[in-house]
């Protein structure tokens, strides 16, 4: 049983302002397996306070500073990825071997790329006759999800140190074990007092007074669109810089050609990973009609492979992270059936075996029509849905008409007609045979948010833009 009750501010440990504590449930037993303090709005004003008192010092040090600092971060999480990825593993079901591996391998993964980017950062630049000077934009509260908590730290916290901002972090408290780890590792890693603080708690408790705080300059937040929407309206009375990562319903085409059986099986297996709990998932996969018999067939042979079980075990999916999340998707499954799709795999209930925890049966659905609700709406659970297509036009016609835009796919091999369907896609970003950088921009157009992460364009959502004007370069005497 974890005991976390004390947050980190100002550079030490300190008792929460409230005696008040919440339990963390194991999906994978039900059953508590820890108990964290919970923070009030008072903790959010020591917090956002000792943030604000760090910032002129932070702000002004200097890109060799920035870098010592994370490299430092980077040998402590090196020294900790073990203790992080048993953290997940209990917290919110992930699989030993994906703990270890992807979860754990995403936050490191950003923070050598958050290295590299600020090694040959341009924080100042000629233009004419100005200097346009690209400055941290102050105090930033980061508030992520439980999905992917090691991804979702690094790609907010990472940049704003790398930026000179100070920030308060909020994990989600589905998922509070691994912000504590890793609040832990900036400690020993020797990150400024203030610099880095952690309040842990829900969202009206501390989200809510974080968000509007009037002395945060920045809000980024990871989550639901719903959620999302709630958090630019309490921010907004601020005026304050709002960045979102919000949700996703990602279209997968997959084209006609040698591959596509391949493909098929793939896309099944993509999605299904973290219990398909992912807002870039391949959720929809379009086929051509005329294929839809051989992807039914590719994706039944597929779904075995897909294994579910304790995730301490060799499964490949544990459980989904929580009793709600479990009860939505089941709802989804049966409105799925409710509606005419036909069900390929899976179905409602726990897979065969499983009578205790919030386990999923690894769902996919052909024929389905975009108009149904497993098409439009965010399942986050194992369940992949597969449509019919005439031709390219219409498949990016459907591919388009969704109310998200954070993330696609494109499956064939033919580079070049797959680079041109890419380019059609309104979305964030698209992967096109799987291909995977942490260089790449990561965000999303519509519903799905705002702003860009991930690389050297996840450090511009923190930097103010200023231009110095009469700032004649200096004349060249060289000749």
């Given at each position: 049983?974890?005991?976390?009750?004390k947050f980190?501010?100002g550079?030490?440990?300190?008792?929460?302002a409230?005696?008040?504590?919440?339990?963390v449930?194991?999906?994978?037993?039900?059953e508590?397996c820890g108990?964290?303090a919970?923070?009030s709005?008072?903790?959010?004003d020591?917090?956002?306070a000792a943030?604000?008192?760090?910032?002129?010092?932070?702000s002004t040090?200097?890109?060799e500073?920035r870098?010592?600092?994370?490299?430092?971060?980077?040998?402590?999480y090196?020294?900790?990825?073990?203790d992080l990825?048993?953290a997940?593993t209990?917290?919110?079901?992930?699989p030993t071997?994906?703990?270890?591996?992807?979860q754990?391998?995403?936050?490191?993964?950003h923070?050598?790329?958050?290295?590299e980017a600020?090694?040959?950062?341009?924080?100042?630049e000629?233009?004419?006759?100005?200097l346009?000077?690209?400055e941290?934009?102050g105090v930033?509260?980061?508030?992520?999800?439980?999905?992917?908590p090691?991804?979702?730290?690094?790609?907010?916290v990472?940049?704003a140190?790398?930026?000179?901002?100070?920030m308060v972090?909020?994990?989600?408290?589905?998922s509070?074990?691994?912000?504590q780890?890793?609040?832990e590792i900036?400690d020993?890693?020797?990150?400024p007092?203030?610099v880095?603080?952690?309040?842990?708690?829900d969202?009206?408790?501390?989200?809510?007074?974080?968000?509007g705080?009037p002395?945060?300059?920045?809000?980024s937040?990871?989550?639901?669109t719903?959620?999302g929407?709630?958090?630019?309206?309490?921010a907004?009375?601020?005026v304050?810089?709002?960045?979102?990562?919000?949700g996703?319903k990602?279209?997968?085409?997959?084209?006609?050609?040698?591959?596509?059986?391949?493909?098929?099986?793939k896309?099944?297996?993509?999605?299904?990973?973290?219990?398909?709990?992912?807002?870039s998932?391949?959720s929809r996969?379009?086929?051509?009609n005329?294929r839809?018999?051989?992807?039914?067939?590719?994706?039944?042979?597929?779904?075995?492979?897909?294994?579910v079980?304790?995730p301490?075990?060799?499964f490949?999916?544990?459980?989904?992270?929580s009793a709600?999340?479990?009860?939505?998707?089941?709802?989804?499954?049966?409105?799925?059936?409710?509606d005419?799709?036909t069900?390929?795999?899976?179905?409602?209930?726990?897979?065969e075996?499983?009578?205790?925890g919030?386990?999923?049966?690894?769902?996919?659905?052909?024929?389905?029509?975009?108009?149904?609700?497993?098409?439009?709406?965010?399942?986050?659970?194992?369940?992949?849905?597969?449509?019919?297509?005439?031709?390219?036009d219409?498949a990016?016609?459907?591919?388009?008409?969704?109310?998200?835009?954070?993330?696609?796919?494109v499956?064939?091999?033919d580079?070049?007609k797959?680079?041109?369907?890419?380019?059609?896609?309104r979305a964030?970003?698209?992967?096109?045979?799987?291909?995977f950088?942490?260089c790449?921009?990561?965000?999303?157009y519509k519903?799905?948010?705002?702003?860009?992460?991930?690389g050297?364009?996840g450090?511009d959502?923190?930097?103010e833009?200023?231009?110095i004007?009469?700032y004649r370069?200096?004349?060249d005497?060289?000749?």
């Amino acid at each position: 049983m974890r005991e976390y009750r004390k947050f980190y501010i100002g550079g030490r440990w300190v008792d929460s302002a409230q005696s008040a504590t919440f339990d963390v449930i194991n999906p994978a037993t039900e059953e508590v397996c820890g108990t964290v303090a919970s923070g009030s709005a008072a903790d959010v004003d020591k917090a956002v306070a000792a943030a604000r008192q760090a910032f002129g010092g932070w702000s002004t040090s200097t890109v060799e500073e920035r870098v010592e600092l994370l490299q430092n971060i980077s040998a402590e999480y090196q020294n900790r990825s073990g203790d992080l990825a048993a953290a997940l593993t209990e917290e919110m079901g992930a699989p030993t071997a994906l703990a270890n591996g992807f979860q754990v391998g995403l936050g490191a993964g950003h923070l050598g790329t958050a290295i590299e980017a600020l090694q040959n950062f341009m924080f100042e630049e000629q233009r004419g006759e100005s200097l346009v000077v690209k400055e941290p934009v102050g105090v930033c509260a980061l508030i992520t999800p439980w999905n992917w908590p090691m991804n979702q730290i690094a790609v907010k916290v990472f940049p704003a140190l790398a930026t000179g901002c100070t920030m308060v972090l909020k994990p989600s408290e589905r998922s509070p074990f691994t912000g504590q780890v890793f609040a832990e590792i900036l400690d020993a890693a020797g990150v400024p007092a203030g610099v880095f603080n952690l309040v842990q708690g829900d969202g009206p408790s501390v989200g809510v007074p974080l968000s509007g705080h009037p002395d945060v300059d920045m809000v980024s937040f990871t989550g639901s669109t719903r959620a999302g929407i709630d958090i630019a309206k309490n921010a907004a009375a601020g005026v304050k810089r709002v960045t979102q990562e919000l949700g996703g319903k990602g279209p997968n085409i997959v084209l006609d050609d040698d591959d596509f059986a391949e493909n098929v099986s793939k896309g099944v297996v993509t999605m299904m990973l973290n219990s398909g709990q992912t807002c870039s998932a391949p959720s929809r996969m379009l086929v051509p009609n005329g294929r839809m018999e051989d992807a039914i067939a590719a994706a039944k042979d597929a779904a075995p492979s897909v294994t579910v079980g304790d995730p301490s075990g060799d499964f490949s999916i544990g459980p989904v992270v929580s009793a709600s999340q479990f009860e939505k998707i089941q709802g989804l499954i049966q409105q799925g059936i409710d509606d005419g799709a036909t069900l390929v795999t899976g179905g409602p209930g726990r897979p065969e075996g499983l009578t205790k925890g919030f386990y999923v049966q690894p769902t996919v659905f052909a024929d389905v029509k975009n108009d149904m609700a497993i098409a439009r709406e965010e399942i986050f659970g194992p369940v992949l849905t597969i449509l019919g297509y005439e031709d390219i036009d219409h498949a990016i016609e459907i591919a388009n008409d969704t109310e998200y835009g954070l993330a696609a796919f494109v499956a064939g091999a033919d580079l070049d007609k797959a680079r041109s369907v890419a380019r059609r896609i309104r979305a964030g970003s698209v992967a096109i045979n799987d291909a995977f950088d942490f260089c790449a921009p990561f965000g999303g157009y519509k519903k799905s948010g705002n702003g860009r992460e991930w690389g050297a364009f996840g450090f511009d959502d923190y930097l103010e833009i200023k231009g110095i004007l009469g700032y004649r370069p200096a004349p060249d005497v060289s000749e």
